[in-house]
């Protein structure tokens, strides 16, 4: 995690900003607040199915009048809902369908006049670049080379890349919209040709695609449509009788599954089918040929459907970057964290001081040999000295409890559910009582988390203390070696800190005991350019 800066200034107004996705199949809207360009919180989404590209896709290349009325009338509300909201802003992209449409200015202009809103029609290349960026704000990506599909309404997007970015785009002019025109006309089963022959008919599309990437190795795949996220709903209810979560895995075997099952039902039953909108009956077959023939074609065992994710929140990832008030440097970690402790009223400046301190704790403790831990537990201290303190929106009184609760419940992206543990019962411990392997808060903690958390709370309460009087007055803090059972505290402080003196010798024996030394401090004053 990076040093995080510390200062007393107040915290600007969000900046409230609203996305328009006009898709083949839906438009979407997303309107949020930007705090200050590291996180934002969701005002509202709305979706609505449109079928644009409802019967352009055959011998006609052109958006229908009733299409086009359709969606220019939802666009319009959506304006005037994000302004409702204060929007300052209304980012809108038109993808597949108008981009193809023979009849595309035309349809532009009638969005700008009777909507009032700008419309940019994105390529292909542009649009699997963006889903790509809105991947990158739901999935700790750490060393992974990603793939994303995204399987539109007339394209399918398919994006890999790193944490840094995109490295390839493609986009494939097959969708499920567009081929399920190729299906037999009829509200029976799909029959076993038919199905074939469409399968064939992506496999040489995707072809040169697949040509392109080879060679690029794929450490984990991501679907961000709601024909991939509808597909791992129906695995997971059909196959396993269990409710769908918002990152849900689909495994090639499961999805021939699904597929087979569906093929054999008619439009009615499929409807019916659990876990499918029933919106999606007459299109998720063709679909799900195009994510079977991707999933053989680049030979993925699994892919993991994302919900709610995709081609919006990568405009607000691209908006922020380009109006300078850029996420890049914040992982998606990162700003889940800080969007948490935005939404709970945390004290940000003393949140950030106390992360910097209980880093510079860790890290001196580990140079003298207190322990092993790695900078994985670095950076969960790092988030758990953020969040201590957002208990204190409920009750001052015990507010540990309330930050444990408050983080174990939290939706927070990026981390899997042993390392939300071991940051809650961190925070968790940074007053009253010390660790025990048998308290409530380390109950779902692991034997190797439970000896991090130890040694993590430790930091974190001694952090704590020397921002007791939360006025920075501590800038640096260091632990080191000074005889067998000796360590020396070294404080380089700036002002009056009596209080935070007076708390360490409150808490001295129980330090010392955590600490199995002696407990020497020694103050020095802070030299102009100490960083803060």
Not at 86 to 92: D, H, Y
Not at 211 to 232: C, E, K, Q
């Amino acid at each position: 995690m990076e040093t995080l800066p510390v200062d007393g200034s107040a915290k600007p107004p969000p900046q409230t900003s609203a996305f328009i996705d006009i898709g083949t199949n839906s438009v979407r809207l997303t309107v949020v607040a930007l705090h200050g360009g590291r996180s934002w919180s969701t005002v509202t989404q709305q979706k609505e199915t449109v079928r644009l590209g409802e019967g352009e896709f055959g011998e006609r290349v052109a958006l229908q009048p009733a299409a086009m009325d359709r969606t220019v009338l939802v666009c319009a509300r959506f304006a005037e809902l994000a302004r409702a909201h204060g929007a300052s802003s209304i980012v809108t992209v038109a993808t597949a369908a108008t981009r193809e449409a023979a009849n595309r200015d035309a349809f532009v202009r009638r969005l700008h006049d009777e909507a009032g809103l700008l419309v940019h029609v994105v390529s292909g290349a542009k649009e699997a670049r963006l889903i790509f960026l809105g991947v990158l704000s739901r999935v700790h990506v750490q060393q992974r080379r990603l793939l994303v599909v995204d399987i539109g309404g007339g394209s399918t997007e398919l994006a890999v890349g790193t944490a840094g970015g995109a490295e390839a785009v493609e986009s494939m002019r097959r969708g499920a919209i567009r081929l399920s025109a190729l299906l037999p006309d009829g509200d029976g089963p799909v029959p076993a040709a038919a199905y074939r022959e469409m399968r064939r008919n992506i496999e040489l599309a995707l072809a040169p695609i697949v040509r392109r990437l080879r060679g690029r190795p794929i450490d984990a795949a991501y679907g961000t449509s709601g024909t991939i996220v509808n597909l791992a709903a129906v695995a997971a209810r059909l196959l396993r009788g269990q409710a769908a979560g918002a990152e849900q895995p689909l495994a090639r075997k499961d999805l021939r599954a699904v597929m087979k099952a569906l093929r054999a039902m008619t439009l009615e039953e499929r409807r019916l089918a659990p876990g499918l909108n029933p919106a999606r009956a007459d299109i998720v077959v063709a679909g799900g040929a195009i994510l079977e023939v991707v999933m053989d074609a680049l030979r993925l065992e699994a892919v993991t459907a994302l919900a709610e994710c995709g081609l919006r929140e990568g405009l607000v990832m691209d908006h922020l970057a380009r109006s300078g008030r850029g996420p890049g440097a914040a992982t998606v970690r990162e700003r889940s964290v800080v969007h948490l402790a935005h939404v709970t009223g945390g004290d940000d400046a003393h949140g950030r001081h106390v992360a910097r301190l209980a880093a510079e704790l860790f890290d001196s403790a580990r140079g003298a040999g207190l322990h092993t831990l790695g900078d994985e537990a670095r950076e969960l201290l790092g988030y758990a000295a953020l969040l201590h303190d957002i208990g204190t929106l409920l009750s001052y009184t015990d507010h540990q409890r309330h930050t444990y609760y408050l983080i174990r419940n939290a939706d927070l992206l990026g981390f899997d559910q042993q390392e939300i543990a071991v940051m809650a019962a961190t925070a968790f411990f940074h007053r009253k009582g010390l660790p025990r392997a048998r308290h409530e808060a380390l109950q779902s903690v692991d034997a190797e988390g439970r000896d991090a958390v130890k040694r993590m709370s430790l930091f974190l309460r001694l952090a704590e203390i020397l921002d007791r009087g939360h006025a920075g007055v501590v800038r640096q803090a260091s632990l080191s070696r000074s005889g067998r059972r000796e360590l020396t505290l070294t404080l380089h402080t700036r002002g009056d800190r009596r209080l935070e003196e007076w708390g360490l010798e409150g808490r001295r024996e129980a330090l010392e005991r955590a600490l199995h030394a002696r407990l020497r401090v020694v103050a020095k004053a802070a030299q102009s350019d100490d960083a803060i």
